[in-house]
T-cell receptor, first 111, second 117 residues
Framework: QKEVEQDPGPLSVPEGAIVSLNCTYS??????FMWYRQYSRKGPELLMY????GNKEDGRFTAQVDKSSKYISLFIRDSQPSDSATYLC???????????FGKGTRLSVIA | KAGVTQTPRYLIKTRGQQVTLSCSPI?????VSWYQQTPGQGLQFLFE???????NKGNFPGRFSGRQFSNSRSEMNVSTLELGDSALYLC????????????????FGPGTRLTVT
């Protein structure tokens, strides 16, 4: 079992839909959780960063962490074609330990 | 503020050769991490440097090495290239402070796409 599992998709939704992206993990010691967006032929771009459990909202994006279930989610409201990209979850044990990434979910938002 | 820059952006090398990739972090960032991204394995951590010292190392063979300079710029080197080394190599920088209270977010560069033939 990989440390971080993420459905690779592809996920295709119509413009304006609510998108739910998820990752599960096996190591309960993870404390820092991040979501990155990666456009084709570009480096990952940090979207959301959460420490420990709870929700965090930033514009159309909401990140949720459920440590009891070892499950994290990213919700995108009012999705736009410009949201079409690969979304990567990442997590780490502490501030000074490496990030462990999911393989990414490819999202297409159709106009 | 300028982002993370990586040079070169594209590189084609022959099996057996060696290659050096360069990364300039965001101004003020002291930590630089390197990752390898392939379709099959995703993003995998190579190593991290902080204040010119390797702080963490991933599970890669010794052919992969790196260093960091006093201005926080970093280089990674791959010797005796193999076909399987073809990948996107990403560098990420993060802000660190002696107090350890800086937010822990890593910012990625655009990557260097290495093709080994």
């Amino acid at each position: 079992q990989k440390e971080v599992e993420q459905d690779p998709g592809p996920l295709s939704v119509p413009e304006g839909a609510i998108v739910s992206l998820n990752c599960t993990y096996s190591n309960s010691a993870f404390q820092y959780f991040m979501w990155y967006r990666q456009y084709s032929r570009k480096g990952p771009e940090l979207l959301m960063y959460t420490y420990s459990s709870g929700n965090k909202e930033d514009g159309r994006f909401t990140a949720q962490v459920d440590k009891s279930s070892k499950y994290i989610s990213l919700f995108i409201r009012d999705s736009q074609p410009s949201d079409s990209a690969t979304y990567l979850c990442a997590m780490s044990l502490s501030r000074n330990t490496p990030l462990v990434f999911g393989k990414g979910t490819r999202l297409s938002v159709i106009a | 503020k300028a982002g993370v820059t990586q040079t070169p952006r594209y590189l084609i090398k022959t099996r057996g050769q060696q290659v050096t990739l360069s990364c300039s972090p965001i101004s003020g960032h002291r930590s630089v991490s390197w990752y390898q991204q392939t379709p099959g394995q995703g993003l995998q951590f190579l190593f991290e440097y902080f204040s010119e010292t390797q702080r963490n190392k991933g599970n890669f063979p010794g052919r992969f090495s790196g260093r960091q300079f006093s201005n926080s710029r970093s280089e990674m080197n791959v010797s005796t290239l193999e076909l399987g080394d073809s990948a996107l190599y990403l560098c990420a920088s993060s802000l660190e402070s002696l107090s350890g209270r800086a937010p822990y977010e890593q910012y990625f560069g655009p990557g260097t796409r290495l093709t080994v033939t």
